[in-house]
């Protein structure tokens, strides 16, 4: 597969070169122990503080990790999988991938694929690449780098799908990234999604606002709904949910101290999915 990460300074093709990615500018990005590449330096940002903090990554991480959003990730790899079944060898971009658990999903189901992880947060980044490692074989298909969904360091036309799963989406870096006819499929949360979850922590608990994108370099092409309860059952489990959500950072402390007397909480998970296909 030919495909390279470009140079954020100058914008030519990077090379591994023994332990760093270089480009022909002389421009060089050292690949970590882990095997992720930290292409942040945007005129500006702080790459060790862009993006979800290490508690975040931490809840994250736990929480996906009993398994209650799986089955997302798995209907998403499958989509992708079916989407590009005439594709011998193809390219998926997973923006804003955070700590790597969806990536990491895409890449055991579509094996022929080769998987771009892609977040601002460095710590994020970090953690998914020390997830891929540690799979039952390492997983071999999947990459992944620090770098901004508003400027992916990929040249045009180089992928087959891009992937938003609960992050940014950028109408026209997802457009120049795809090939014609190249698929961006996103995910978000439903009106009554973590609704039980809200129904501890507000006294008036509300329905989320359905996400609009304004997607003119692409068509919509279908809609689907994932939609069931979940169960947690410790409030180990529970806190790991708040934190990682944005409620954590907007909830009176008298809400949180009452969650925190929590040992078990059921509540609605919900995800739409919409697949739209590059102009």
Same mark, same amino acid.
């Given at each position: ?14 090379? #591994?070169?023994? +332990? ?21 330096? %945007? ?22 990790? &009993? ?40 890449? /055991? ?10 977040? #601002? ?28 969904? @508003? ?14 799963? @609960? ?5 026209? /870096? ?11 499929? #996103? ?5 009554? +999604?973590?609704?039980?979850? $809200? ?18 370099? @692409?068509? &919509?092409?279908? %809609?689907?709904?994932?939609?069931? /309860? ?7 489990? #529970? ?10 950072? $907007? %909830? ?6 009452? &969650? $925190? ?5 059921? %509540?609605?998970?919900? @995800? ?8």
């Amino acid at each position: 597969m030919n495909v390279n990460y470009l140079c954020p300074v100058c914008g030519q093709k990077l090379k #591994i070169s023994e +332990h760093s990615y270089k480009c022909r500018d002389g421009h060089s990005f050292d690949i970590s122990k882990k095997g992720y590449v930290n292409l942040l330096t %945007t005129k500006g940002r702080n790459p060790v503080k862009s993006g979800d903090n290490k508690e975040m990554i931490r809840a994250r991480s736990a929480f996906l990790d &009993l398994g209650l959003y799986k089955p997302l990730a798995q209907k998403i790899g499958q989509l992708s999988n079916s989407l590009t079944r005439e594709i011998k060898e193809p390219v998926i971009i997973d923006s804003g991938c955070g700590e790597g658990y969806y990536s990491c999903i895409y890449s /055991e189901l579509n094996e022929r694929a080769l998987i771009f992880g892609i977040d #601002i947060s460095k710590h994020g980044i970090d953690h998914a690449a020390s997830r891929a490692r540690s799979h039952t074989p390492p997983l071999q298909n999947i990459r992944f780098a620090a770098a901004s969904a @508003f400027s992916l360091p990929f040249r045009e036309g180089c992928a087959d799908i891009v992937i938003s799963c @609960f992050a940014p989406v950028s109408n026209d /870096e997802y457009a120049r990234v795809l090939k014609k006819g190249g698929y961006l499929i #996103i995910a978000s949360p439903t009106a009554r +999604h973590l609704f039980g979850l $809200k129904s501890v922590l507000y006294d008036k608990p509300y329905e989320n606002e359905p996400n609009v994108y304004s997607l003119n370099k @692409f068509s &919509l092409e279908d %809609t689907l709904t994932l939609e069931y /309860e979940g169960e947690l059952n410790s409030n180990v489990e #529970i806190m790991a949910l708040f934190t990682m959500t944005p409620y954590y950072y $907007k %909830t009176p402390a008298e809400a949180v101290d009452r &969650l $925190k007397t929590y040992d078990s909480l059921k %509540t609605e998970i919900g @995800f739409e999915i919409r697949i739209y296909k590059k102009l």
